[in-house]
């Protein structure tokens, strides 16, 4: 079985949301005029901030899982598994919503943005707090 730090990924779960809610916040303007998602008004705070830290309970414990798997246990080997997971993952699903669904590109890039940061903060936890 693989030894995970359970106290790791939740930190690093919690770190994740906070990061990501700073992301957001600083864009709000131009999310806004890029998708009417983010101009009108959405789900209350609590059901969002659940939802939210509910994802990031799941993407620390799968890095945590594949940094364990993986035998990692420095930094450059985290933003390396990061980078891969970034590219793997949400970079490519994006470019297809941009190319299938039609959505904004500057729109994408924000997500992708928000997505690099979380990884590269969980990884970095996750695999150096082993």
Do not use: C
Request: without cysteine; proline residues 3%.
């Amino acid at each position: 079985m693989l030894d995970l730090n359970i106290l790791a990924a939740l930190l690093a779960a919690v770190g994740a949301f906070m990061i990501s809610g700073a992301y957001y916040a600083a864009l709000g303007t131009q999310l806004a005029r890029l998708s009417p998602a983010y101009a009108e008004a959405g789900r209350s705070t609590a059901a969002t901030n659940v939802v939210e830290l509910m994802r990031n309970l799941v993407l620390a414990g799968v890095v945590s899982g594949l940094a364990a798997g993986l035998g990692l246990d420095s930094f450059a080997e985290s933003l390396l598994l990061a980078l891969a997971l970034w590219v793997g993952f949400p970079v490519v699903l994006l470019v297809g919503s941009v190319f299938h669904e039609r959505v904004p590109p500057m729109l994408a890039a924000m997500h992708s943005g928000d997505w690099f940061l979380k990884l590269v903060a969980v990884a970095g936890v996750v695999t150096v707090w082993r």
